[in-house]
């Protein structure tokens, strides 16, 4: 049965005229006129009376978002003196009616189902009338499907200014998803299939301190609004003091100081063996001013003459195959001498002459 507005037929501005045609003396025409008047004033006073009567309001506890099995209370609030309140369900013909507890009447579902999500409005009945129907209550059924999964990119960590985009995949081909921050819809999306699975993309473009919190997503079709997945998994969102320093400057900064270590590091090692062959010339140098030449005879120390008799019927001159380094022989490695012939010292007295005798210098 529709409930629709009640009306009041006023009755007062229809007979008023007629009594006043009826009237079987002519001087209460002024009388009957002013009473007309002012039985006109009065209907329309009522009449007024019943377009203003305020709206209700119509709220779900503790959420309209239900988890299927949950109970929730729904609660309308008239104006002061109204009696009774219905409810009704966009779509059916029936109702429900409730007395109220003060100025709101509250109508229970304690086993929400997937058949009792839908939209909902009120009203009430006052002296008056019955009042204009409440805005409507989206009534939500979750955990009919497979829950989604809910990511931020590039990063869940986001500085003041900068973009993000959080992305909520589903299982399904479901074509809309919805975003919830902290128990409250921030909005709704359409999805975009991707082969059996479908992704709906949230995009913010400068964000600021009021964007940070604890995110989550729903998936569904748009053919039925009011039965939902499960929700995902918590998403924190965090909104850093300052902007971090991209990657690719943070890898050129890294490069650039590992770079500028390696060169300093090799010139460090340069000036060291530079350092270390100076040294090293030096004591060579040295050593060789204390050590005369072997190549110079003059300069060879001779601790001890050594000499070699060599037996010849006649004493002659060391000829140059004498002093010549023998072949294949280094010259710097031999040692040269000069020759001397010495005349053998007369024998004493009763000895027989010996044999002539030449004294070279060996080498």
């Not at 090293?280 to 050590?291: D, L, P, Q, V, Y």
């Not at 120390?301 to 002093?323: F, H, I, K, N, Q």
């Amino acid at each position: 049965m529709n409930v629709g507005k009640a009306t009041l037929t006023p009755s007062c501005a229809r007979e008023a005229p007629l009594r006043a045609l009826h009237s079987p003396s002519g001087t209460m025409a002024p009388t009957l006129a002013a009473l007309l008047g002012f039985g006109l004033s009065l209907c329309w006073e009522t009449w007024a009376q019943q377009e203003e009567l305020p709206k209700p309001s119509l709220r779900a506890e503790p959420s309209s978002v239900v988890p299927q099995g949950q109970p929730v209370i729904l609660w309308c609030k008239g104006s002061p003196g109204a009696g009774v309140h219905r409810l009704r369900k966009t779509g059916s013909n029936s109702f429900v009616e409730a007395f109220p507890a003060g100025q709101e009447a509250w109508f229970i579902i304690y086993n929400i189902a997937a058949s009792s999500a839908g939209s909902y409005q009120c009203l009430y009945q006052s002296l008056s009338g019955w009042s204009e129907p409440s805005e409507p209550l989206e009534l939500t059924v979750t955990g009919l499907f497979p829950p989604p999964s809910l990511s931020a990119w590039p990063s869940s960590k986001v500085a003041p200014g900068q973009a993000v985009t959080l992305q909520c995949h589903s299982q399904l081909s479901h074509d809309r998803s919805a975003l919830y921050k902290v128990g409250e819809q921030v909005t709704q999306a359409p999805a975009q299939p991707h082969a059996r699975a479908s992704q709906a993309n949230f995009s913010i473009p400068a964000v600021n301190s009021t964007h940070g919190g604890t995110y989550r997503c729903y998936s569904f079709w748009s053919l039925s609004p009011h039965e939902w997945s499960f929700p995902s998994d918590a998403l924190e969102l965090r909104v850093t003091a300052s902007a971090p320093a991209s990657s690719a400057l943070t890898a050129t900064i890294l490069l650039g100081l590992s770079a500028l270590l390696i060169l300093l590091f090799l010139l460090l090692l340069l000036c060291c063996r530079r350092h270390r062959a100076r040294i090293g010339n030096g004591s060579r140098g040295a050593e060789a001013e204390k050590t005369p030449k072997s190549s110079d005879p003059a300069a060879t120390p001779m601790e001890e003459p050594l000499y070699a008799a060599v037996e010849d019927g006649s004493r002659t001159p060391a000829g140059p195959e004498d002093t010549a380094a023998p072949p294949g022989e280094d010259p710097r490695q031999v040692t040269y001498a000069q020759l001397k012939l010495k005349a053998e010292p007369q024998d004493p007295p009763g000895s027989g002459p010996g044999p002539p005798c030449l004294y070279a210098a060996l080498r």
